[in-house]
């Protein structure tokens, strides 16, 4: 039986990953889970799988708990807390699915343990992919994607080479917005904009889905993932989301992974990896389906992708800063402060006001995002 730590229970890779182990209660078990503030979810699933050990955000809501879950789990909070959970001594895999750049220490933390990584946290390769990868080799720890993007590359690699790699095709949906013009973007809502036509996901990652920079985060991360150079990176407008990335290879073939809008699907493949198991989910339908559509991206209507392939050409401290600036200017339209497309804005002027620090450590890495914070805020 696989035992799971889980950063980001409450969220909705952490949700769907539960999901899948209550479709195979033989295989799985929970020993570790770390939430936000969502003291209710958290206490359900603490009541339901009986962890040795949850964690949240702050120690009041860790009182919220109390008396809520069992008397045999542990509750923790904080920072500490989410290193605990990361690297509990019970546990040999992680779902990473915190969101945001508070996933990278806890991440880090677990490779140095010597867990197997399932990352769904774009932001822990995006600000620190040259600290990861290297501690990853040195410990020898399997670092599997979960990401459906991802997911679908590494299983179109399996058994290839990834120097006979051409291209790597990333698809992307649009998101809620695709078929406005820039011009009908200046006034769009929140709620408009949380509205996502293919996929569930939380808050911030389905505004970055509607400016692109969900994508933008991926070609940065398959950079690290695969080795593959930032000029053999491409992205395809797909609205379907059917066919989840593809691998072209030097002899022209392509491999794609097809599958529905689940998921569930790349979740259970990271947990099981090489292996499979069934997966009650609902099944792809060609027939049905009938015709898929594809486009190239507009990277003027999608400035955000440019901006992606700007910082991961220039590297070290500059992906930092996009990420940083990024969470702070989708948080600013959540809150409904800004306008849409100065999200775009804020971005570009803070990378502007950096120069960035080549092969960075952590502590810089830490610095930089504080202050790529600090300026997204003042802009």
Request: aromatic residues 6%; hydrophobic residues 45%; negative net charge.
């Amino acid at each position: 039986m696989k035992k799971l730590a889980i950063l980001g229970s409450t969220g909705s890779i952490g949700t769907q990953t539960l999901d899948v182990v209550r479709q195979h209660p033989d295989e799985f078990a929970v020993t570790a889970l770390a939430a936000g503030r969502n003291v209710a979810l958290l206490a359900e699933q603490a009541c339901e799988f009986v962890p040795k050990l949850v964690s949240v955000q702050t120690k009041e809501l860790a009182e919220q708990l109390r008396g809520r879950i069992p008397d045999s789990v542990r509750i923790l909070w904080g920072d500490e807390g989410a290193l605990d959970v990361a690297t509990h001594a019970e546990a040999s895999f992680l779902v990473a699915a915190m969101v945001g750049s508070a996933g990278l220490a806890p991440t880090l933390a677990a490779i140095e343990a010597g867990k197997t990584i399932g990352l769904a946290n774009k932001e822990t390769l995006v600000t620190a992919g040259h600290l990861v990868t290297d501690l990853v080799r040195k410990h020898g720890v399997p670092l599997l994607p979960i990401d459906s993007e991802h997911s679908a590359i590494f299983q179109c690699l399996q058994g290839e080479r990834v120097e006979q790699v051409r291209r790597l095709i990333l698809t992307a949906s649009g998101g809620s917005f695709r078929d406005k013009t820039r011009d009908e973007l200046a006034g769009v809502t929140v709620e408009a904009a949380l509205s996502h036509p293919n996929w569930s996901m939380g808050a911030k990652i389905t505004i970055d889905s509607a400016t692109m920079m969900n994508k933008g985060l991926e070609i940065i991360e398959a950079h690290w993932l695969f080795g593959v150079p930032y000029d053999k990176i491409e992205t395809v407008l797909h609205k379907e989301s059917i066919i989840h990335s593809m691998v072209e290879f030097t002899d022209r073939a392509v491999m794609a992974q097809l599958g529905t809008p689940d998921m569930r699907i790349p979740i259970q493949y990271a947990l099981t990896y090489p292996d499979r198991l069934p997966l009650e989910s609902e099944p792809l339908d060609l027939i049905k389906m009938g015709t898929l559509h594809f486009a190239a991206p507009d990277f003027e209507r999608y400035p955000c992708l440019g901006f992606a392939y700007e910082a991961g050409r220039k590297g070290g401290t500059m992906p930092a800063v996009l990420n940083a600036a990024n969470e702070v200017a989708v948080s600013r339209f959540l809150a409904g402060e800004i306008p849409f497309l100065a999200i775009e804005d804020i971005i570009a002027s803070v990378m502007a006001k950096h120069q960035a620090i080549a092969a960075p450590s952590l502590d810089e890495i830490v610095a930089t995002d504080a202050w790529a914070r600090r300026a997204a805020e003042q802009e």
